[in-house]
């Protein structure tokens, strides 16, 4: 039982829970910012270089074989080996919006931690021993 209720207790610490919430949100933010690379942003940059779908480009090694009888007998397509640069390229412009996008909130927090670091904080109210010192002192300073 120790072993289950030391689990339990590790799983429930805060920082693994908030490192967990801050992996499902990641996934989904990298699913937002793949789609805005795909489908906002790589449409109107592959028409402006005369329509390029950068998915698209590649380079063959070994161009596809189409299905085939070979001695009777039916032969599966073997399909091209290309190198997809243009899927890459995508991939790199998705993490560059990512990084971008981190960079621009943790900048917006730094500046929320300074103004907040920049206020000057009221200051504590006196203790009961230190009011009945100061009336102490008063009392003494009128004699």
């Not at 931690?113 to 504590?124: C, I, L, Q, R, T």
Request: hydrophobic letters at 50%.
């Amino acid at each position: 039982m120790g072993f289950f209720k030391d689990f339990k207790s590790f799983l429930m610490k805060g920082d693994i829970v908030n490192l967990a919430t801050a992996v499902v949100i990641a996934g989904a933010f990298g699913g937002i910012v793949k789609s805005f690379t795909n489908d906002i942003l790589m449409p109107p940059v592959g028409m402006a270089l005369g329509g390029v779908d950068f998915t698209e480009l590649k380079y063959v090694l070994k161009e596809a074989q189409p299905e085939m009888m070979v001695n009777g007998e039916t032969v599966a397509a073997i399909e091209a080996v290309t190198i997809n640069y243009g899927s890459f390229i995508q991939v790199i412009l998705n993490f560059i919006i990512i990084g971008f996008s981190i960079f621009m909130v943790l900048k917006a927090y730094e500046k929320s931690k300074k103004k907040e670091e920049a206020a000057p904080a009221a200051p504590p109210a006196p203790s009961a021993e230190e009011k009945l010192l100061t009336e102490i002192r008063d009392l003494l300073e009128k004699k």
